[in-house]
Antibody
Framework: EVQLVESGGGLVQPGGSLRLSCAAS????????MSWVRQAPGKGLEWVAG????????HYADSVKGRFTISRDNSKNTLYLEMNSLRAEDTAVYYC?????????????WGQGTLVTVSS | EIVLTQSPGTLSLSPGERATLSCRAS???????LAWYQQKPGQAPRLLIY???SRATGFPDRFSGSGSGTDFTLTISRLEPEDFAVYYC?????????FGQGTKVEIK
């Protein structure tokens, strides 16, 4: 059974940084593309960033490009999201999600999410 | 960027009724790479339909997806109490991946 467990969320001041982690189990992590998707309170879903299994191909939403960095450690079955220069509009629940195979396609499985609050 | 517009924003129906949700894309979705997700309060989204019409594991056949190009539809033939939720469409034919704003199906 696929399990995705996010951690690292919390309260951070505007301009601050935070690193999210997503621990994966139940599948061959290195064979699957992964993404981060966020959801602001009471709002819809927004894809943030995605990375292929080998870590060689990465894409970002324009809203986070240059501020966020997605990465993965296949030896630890863990996905990361480094978030810098945080803004109030980055406040959201951040979900990690698997794709079908090694392409940034549909989001097959989701974690339970971790809340990031950017506020002074 | 492909913009997905879902309608209606809210659908108020009774159990047993038929629900028809629309998702319209600002440009053609290549290969009909269109997915639907169900999200219940306090839970993560769950993949429901992919490839516009293929049902994901665990969902009954009262859920069906159709459409192509720029117009897609999710149909729930007879609403069960557990089907009241928010439904999102998402395209994965081009980058960036984008979602519709969601349709809430609520109990009338």
């Amino acid at each position: 059974e696929v399990q995705l467990v996010e951690s690292g969320g919390g309260l951070v001041q505007p301009g601050g940084s935070l690193r999210l982690s997503c621990a994966a189990s139940g599948f061959t992590f290195s064979s699957y593309a992964m993404s981060w998707v966020r959801q602001a309170p009471g709002k819809g879903l927004e894809w943030v960033a995605g990375i292929r299994g080998g870590g060689d191909t990465i894409h970002y939403a324009d809203s986070v490009k240059g501020r966020f960095t997605i990465s993965r450690d296949n030896s630890k079955n863990t996905l990361y999201l480094e978030m810098n220069s945080l803004r109030a509009e980055d406040t959201a629940v951040y979900y990690c999600a698997t794709h079908y195979g090694d392409y940034l396609n549909r989001f097959d499985s989701w974690g339970q999410g971790t809340l990031v609050t950017v506020s002074s | 960027e492909i913009v997905l517009t879902q309608s209606p924003g809210t659908l108020s129906l009774s159990p047993g009724e038929r629900a028809t949700l629309s998702c319209r894309a600002s440009q053609s979705v290549s290969n009909n790479y269109l997915a639907w997700y169900q999200q219940k309060p306090g839970q993560a989204p769950r993949l429901l339909i992919y490839g516009a019409s293929s049902r994901a594991t665990g969902f009954p056949d009262r859920f069906s997806g159709s459409g192509s190009g720029t117009d897609f539809t999710l149909t729930i033939s007879r609403l069960e109490p557990e089907d009241f939720a928010v439904y999102y469409c998402q395209q994965y034919g081009s980058l960036p991946r984008t979602f519709g704003q969601g349709t809430k199906v609520e109990i009338k």
